[in-house]
C-alpha cells in the first residue's frame, strides 16, 4: 500500500488544479483494501474514492484522505467463437482497454474510444458516446462495502443502469463501495453503430471494421473536444437534459430548430450544448474558467483557473440556461471540497 502526506492532486483531476491532499491512499490490491477498510484513522478522517479524476472539481486542497486503486491487469476468464469475458482492474486506463479489445477484433467499447478515466470510474459513471453505453458490455462488477469490508459481485441489472447513472452514482449508495474490477463480455463479431454524429463521413470509401471506427471516433473527438493533457477539462460539464413533450411543444415554437431526441412517449432529451450556445456562452469566462470555442458543453482551464472559477462559471451557465428555457442543467463533474 502506497502511503503520501500533503500530496499534490495534479495528475489526479484532469481540470489540472494544483490542489493537495492531507493523505493520499492507493492499494495495490483487495488485500490491501480490506486492511484499509478495517482501519480506525482512517474512517475518522474525511475521505473520497478518486480515478483518473475525469469527472472531478477540486474546489481548494483537500484536508482528508484521497483514496486511488492501483489494481491493474485483464484476464481472460471465457472465451467461445462468438465472446470473450474479461476481467478487468478497476485501474487500468479506459482508453487502453479499448484499444486493447479493438487490436484483439472484439467488439462492444470502440465507440467509447478516447473518453478520459479509469474502468472502474466507467461502470459508475455509465460512460457513454455516440450511440453505446459502457453498461451494454458490463457483465459484473466487484466491489468492496465500506460499511461491513465485505466484497460484493454485482450483475449489470443489480447495477441500475441508466443514462449516465448507475447504483454507485445513486446518492444513497455514492462512496459506500469501492470496485475493485469490472468484467465485461465483448462480441469477437462486431455489430457497428455508425448513425450517430458524423461516423459514416469519416468512414466514406473505407472498410468498416473495429480499427477504422476507433479511429473515426478519434478523430471527431479531437475535433470537438480539447485534449485534457494540454488544456485541462473534465470532457461534458453537463448531463443532457431530459424534458416532457408539454415543455418540448411549448419551446418549438419559438425555437423551431430546436434539436431533441425522443426517450420515450413522454419525454425527449435535448443537448445540452446547444442550450448553452443559445444563450450565447461560447467563450465566456470567469476568472481563469473558459467556455470552449468549439463545443460549449466543456469548461476549460484557460488561465491557472482555481475550482472556485470553474464552479462560479458553471452556475452561470445553469442560471442563464434555466431562465431562458426553463430547463435545469445538471452537472456530470462531482464537486469535492
Known amino acids: 500500500m502506497r502511503i503520501e502526506q500533503n500530496y499534490s492532486l495534479l495528475k489526479y483531476n484532469t481540470f489540472r488544479?494544483?490542489?493537495?491532499?492531507?493523505?493520499?491512499?492507493?492499494?495495490?490490491?483487495?488485500t490491501d483494501l480490506q486492511?484499509?477498510?478495517?482501519?480506525?484513522?482512517?474512517?475518522?478522517q474525511p475521505f473520497w474514492h478518486i480515478g483518473q479524476g475525469s469527472n472531478l472539481?477540486?474546489?481548494?486542497?483537500?484536508?482528508?484522505?484521497?483514496?486511488?486503486?492501483?489494481?491493474?491487469?485483464?484476464?481472460?476468464?471465457?472465451?467461445?467463437?462468438?465472446?470473450?469475458?474479461?476481467?478487468?482492474g478497476a485501474a487500468e486506463i479506459w482508453d487502453d482497454l479499448v484499444a486493447f479489445c479493438v487490436n484483439n477484433g472484439w467488439g462492444g467499447i470502440e465507440n467509447l474510444s478516447l473518453i478520459p478515466g479509469e474502468v472502474g470510474a466507467s461502470a459508475v459513471q455509465?460512460?457513454?458516446?455516440?450511440?453505446?453505453?459502457?453498461?451494454?458490455?458490463?457483465?459484473?462488477?466487484?466491489?468492496?462495502?465500506?460499511?461491513?469490508?465485505?466484497?460484493?459481485?454485482?450483475?449489470?441489472?443489480?447495477?441500475?443502469f441508466s443514462y449516465r447513472h448507475s447504483f454507485f452514482k445513486d446518492s444513497a449508495n455514492r462512496g459506500l463501495y469501492y470496485i475493485t474490477h469490472v468484467v465485461f463480455r465483448l462480441n469477437k463479431k462486431p455489430q457497428f453503430k455508425?448513425?450517430?454524429?458524423?461516423?459514416?463521413?469519416?468512414?466514406?470509401?473505407?472498410?468498416?471494421?473495429?480499427?477504422t471506427v476507433r479511429n473515426a471516433i478519434i478523430a471527431i473527438r479531437k475535433t470537438k473536444l480539447p485534449d485534457p493533457d494540454r488544456t485541462g477539462n473534465a470532457g461534458s460539464f453537463f448531463?443532457?437534459?431530459?424534458?416532457?413533450?408539454?415543455?418540448?411543444?411549448?419551446l418549438k415554437k419559438d425555437y423551431p430548430e430546436m434539436p431533441h431526441y425522443p426517450v420515450d412517449n413522454e419525454v425527449v432529451k435535448i443537448p445540452a450544448a446547444?442550450?448553452?450556445e443559445q444563450c450565447g456562452l461560447k467563450g465566456k469566462t470567469v476568472g481563469g474558467a473558459a467556455v470552449h470555442e468549439?463545443?460549449?458543453?466543456?469548461?476549460?482551464?484557460?488561465?491557472n483557473a482555481t475550482g472556485n472559477d470553474i464552479a462560479r462559471l458553471a452556475e452561470e451557465i445553469r442560471q442563464a440556461v434555466k431562465e431562458k428555457f426553463s430547463i435545469e442543467l445538471q452537472p456530470e463533474v462531482n464537486y469535492i471540497g
Open 194 to 211: 455508425l448513425e450517430y454524429g458524423n461516423i459514416k463521413d469519416y468512414l466514406s470509401g473505407k472498410e468498416i471494421n473495429l480499427t
Open 17 to 30: 488544479l494544483n490542489v493537495k491532499t492531507r493523505w493520499f491512499v492507493e492499494y495495490a490490491n483487495e
Open 294 to 303: 468549439q463545443q460549449p458543453l466543456v469548461i476549460i482551464n484557460r488561465n
Open 57 to 88: 472539481l477540486f474546489l481548494g486542497d483537500y484536508d482528508g484522505v484521497i483514496v486511488h486503486s492501483g489494481i491493474r491487469g485483464i484476464a481472460i476468464q471465457e472465451e467461445d467463437v462468438d465472446y470473450v469475458r474479461l476481467k478487468v
Open 274 to 276: 446547444w442550450l448553452i
Open 126 to 160: 455509465n460512460i457513454g458516446a455516440y450511440g453505446t453505453e459502457v453498461a451494454g458490455s458490463i457483465e459484473e462488477v466487484h466491489a468492496f462495502s465500506l460499511q461491513t469490508g465485505e466484497k460484493k459481485v454485482f450483475g449489470n441489472e443489480e447495477c441500475h
Open 239 to 250: 448531463t443532457n437534459p431530459y424534458i416532457g413533450l408539454a415543455h418540448y411543444g411549448s
Open 35 to 44: 486492511q484499509l477498510l478495517h482501519d480506525e484513522y482512517f474512517f475518522s
